[in-house]
């Protein structure tokens, strides 16, 4: 078999594509991708969702305004109009990508098939093309998990992969899961008017979150939208148009929902397993994902294998954009430097659903410092802030927003930050920033000007309720 030879092979269009820099432009690089150009964050992923979010803050608007003193009637949702701008947008800049690594560069081979490993440093396509690199990277991200029961391939069964381009907005949708995917999508449905009901294996929802969070948002959701925990799928038939669901309970009993779609979010899988790694003879962690060092070097019986990376959701557990993007900059120098490796952080990952209300998080949970406190000496203080304590929760008539600190008084510096309510993804911003830099609490409450009266002074407040006071030039 004839075997083409390039100085890097990627697999994987999503942060993978973002490795190809002018360094590439005199050697040979290989693009292989089996889906559609661009990965899961452009396509069916970060971007269209919060396509859809927006809007359905939008649409939800109608409901706060009233308690506020003005009137407002949602009209029409278009959902069809709506999803036509929203992959008109996607789908012409994933194919400009794809059509510019085709066909605009010289130096670059795109293969649109999957491909799977044969050696440490060799490749063969579906199609039979063989490959040969100096450098390879895998960047093949996750993919949707379903489970397995009768009727979960009816077309009227869905996952995010597909659930965004529905031709009309349905009158019902079942959503089965309670992670990040789950509360997005009921967020959006419900406030377009779609009768939801979403069901979760285990109470309360989002429960990696924080325990306040986790138990604040479950009951704001199920105030918006019908919340039933302890239930799993247990099988779909078709119904007419829709569909009969059946769904059991933890404790034995069953029911049967009538729906017009299921949305299936619960979970998803690295797609090592469609690589045949173990031909190259690659590490793989327990769950599943690409064993890597901190360089982001794939292992091989523990030890770093020259020239092969992976990033993203196929080797890290967090699964987000903002850390494959990361460790695609690390794995970029790295490619480029291999005299001097720079390594990922994964200390403070950040993360926010675009769920209503929208929450983000940082650093610990409670549960999280007070487990870890005497192994590294914390003095765990918390406290809450409700958004309704500060002016510009007062405009807002906000009951449900607050901010959560997880802090060490011994040292001053804070260990986590949560955050439900409006704009929470904007807000955990400078909590981001205390922690990747090592702000102590006292100086960043009373070390800046904080505006007054912006919702920021929410996380003021939160910060001086900790109590921890350690700057000496305190005014
Ligand atoms: C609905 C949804 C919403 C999300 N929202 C957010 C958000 O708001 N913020 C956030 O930070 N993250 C979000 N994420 C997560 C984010 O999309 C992922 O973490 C990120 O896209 C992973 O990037 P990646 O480069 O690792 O993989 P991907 O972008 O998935 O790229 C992997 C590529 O590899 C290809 N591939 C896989 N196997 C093979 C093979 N054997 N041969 C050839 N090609 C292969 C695939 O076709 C794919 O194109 C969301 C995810 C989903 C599903
Ligand atoms: N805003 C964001 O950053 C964003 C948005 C969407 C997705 N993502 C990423 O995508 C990943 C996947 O999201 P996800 O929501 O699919 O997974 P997840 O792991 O967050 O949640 C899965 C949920 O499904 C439940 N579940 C599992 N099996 C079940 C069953 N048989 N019946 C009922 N419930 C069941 C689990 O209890 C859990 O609540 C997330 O980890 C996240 O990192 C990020």
Redesign the pocket.
């Given at each position: 078999m004839a075997v083409t030879y390039y100085d890097l092979a990627i697999?994987?269009?999503?942060?993978?594509n973002s490795l190809i820099t002018p360094f590439w432009d005199n050697r040979k690089v290989a693009i292989?991708?089996?889906?559609?150009f661009?990965?899961?964050?452009l396509n069916?992923?970060?971007i269209p969702?919060?396509m859809y979010a927006y809007p359905a803050q939008l649409a939800s608007a109608a409901k706060e305004a009233a308690g506020l003193g003005v009137e407002l009637t949602l009209g029409k949702v278009h959902w069809r109009d709506m999803r036509d701008r929203i992959f008109g947008r996607i789908d012409a800049i994933s194919d400009g990508g794809r059509r510019y690594r085709e066909e605009e560069l010289d130096n670059v081979t795109l293969y649109p098939?999957?491909?799977?490993f044969t050696g440490p440093k060799a490749l063969v396509t579906d199609s039979g093309q063989a490959i040969e690199a100096g450098q390879i990277v895998i960047?093949?991200?996750?993919r949707?998990v379903l489970p397995d029961i009768p009727g979960i391939d009816l077309p009227q069964v869905h996952t995010?992969d597909t659930v965004m381009r529905l031709p009309d907005l349905p009158d019902r949708v079942l959503i089965v899961g309670g992670g990040?995917?789950a509360a997005?999508f009921a967020a959006v449905f419900s406030s377009f008017g779609s009768q939801v009901i979403q069901i979760n294996r285990s109470a309360p929802l989002l429960k990696s979150a924080d325990a306040l969070v986790s138990e604040r948002f479950t009951a704001a959701a199920a105030s918006r939208w019908d919340v039933r925990l302890g239930w799993t799928l247990a099988s779909v038939r078709e119904d007419g148009t829709g569909v009969k669901a059946v769904i059991q309970g933890a404790e034995g009993g069953q029911e049967t929902i009538e729906t017009d779609i299921v949305l299936v979010a619960t979970g998803?899988v690295p797609?090592s397993d469609?690589?045949d790694l173990q031909t190259a003879g690659y590490d793989l962690e327990a769950d599943g994902r690409i064993a890597v060092d901190k360089c982001q070097r794939v292992l091989r019986q523990g030890e770093p294998a020259d020239g092969v990376f992976a990033?993203?959701?196929?080797s890290n557990p967090y699964?987000?954009?903002?850390?494959?993007n990361h460790e695609a900059r690390v794995v970029m120098h790295n490619l480029e430097h291999p005299e001097d490796f720079r390594s990922s952080d994964h200390r403070f990952v950040p993360?926010?659903v675009?769920t209503q209300p929208q929450i983000a998080r940082v650093g610990l949970t409670e549960a999280e410092a007070r487990q870890e406190a005497e192994l590294k000496g914390y003095d765990v203080v918390t406290t809450v802030q409700e958004y309704g304590t500060t002016a510009y929760g007062w405009a807002m008539e906000d009951s449900t927003g607050f901010v959560k600190l997880v802090a060490d008084r011994r040292s001053g510096q804070l260990l986590g930050a949560h955050i439900m309510g409006h704009e929470a993804s904007l807000l955990i911003q400078p909590l981001i920033q205390a922690l990747s830099f090592g702000l102590d609490v006292a100086s960043m409450a009373r070390g800046q000007y904080w505006i007054h009266p912006a919702l920021a002074e929410v996380v003021e407040n939160a910060l001086l309720s900790l109590g921890i006071d350690d700057r000496p030039d305190r005014a």
């Open positions: 697999i994987g269009s999503g942060s993978g292989i991708d089996g889906g559609t661009g990965g899961t964050c069916v992923g970060c969702t919060k098939e999957r491909v799977r960047a093949a991200g996750s949707a995010s990040f995917v997005e998803r797609n469609t690589l990033l993203g959701d196929v699964q987000l954009k903002h850390v494959a993360s926010a675009f």
